[in-house]
């Protein structure tokens, strides 16, 4: 079955960014990923973006303050984010800011499919 959930990947490593394409691809997923976090909102409305997957450390920008000023817009409060980061204690600061869940870095592809798929059920 094709699933229609559009997820947005914002990472400004490219590699980690296409990785992730591939392999939600792979499970189905629609991915646009962007390396700019400014945009993300604006793509969310765009694409109607059923999910952002978020890393919390972008050069030059915090994703809890992309996550949270993604709970502040009214148009996309709802989206769900699932933050991910490589430091072992950030799971706290990304629930604070407003995501729906963290996964730390590296994981493995069937632990964030799950995620996913746990906050998208939520959604319903």
Avoid: W
């Avoid at 993300?40 to 973006?49: C, D, G, R, V, Y």
């Avoid at 915090?62 to 072992?88: E, F, W, Y």
């Amino acid at each position: 079955m094709e699933k229609t959930t559009k997820i947005l990947v914002v990472d400004d490593d490219s590699g980690i960014g296409e990785m992730l394409k591939t392999l939600l691809e792979f499970y189905g997923y629609q991915v646009m990923v962007t390396e700019k976090p400014l945009l993300a909102e604006e793509l969310i409305q765009q694409e109607s973006i059923d999910l952002v997957l978020l890393d919390m450390l972008i050069s030059g920008v915090d994703g809890t303050d992309v996550c949270a000023g993604i709970r502040q817009n009214s148009k996309i409060a709802q989206t769900p984010v699932l933050m991910m980061s490589a430091l072992h204690d950030a799971g706290p600061k990304c629930k604070s800011a407003g995501a729906n869940d963290f996964i730390a870095k590296p994981f493995e592809v069937e632990d964030l499919t799950a995620r996913i798929e746990a906050i998208l059920q939520e959604k319903e």
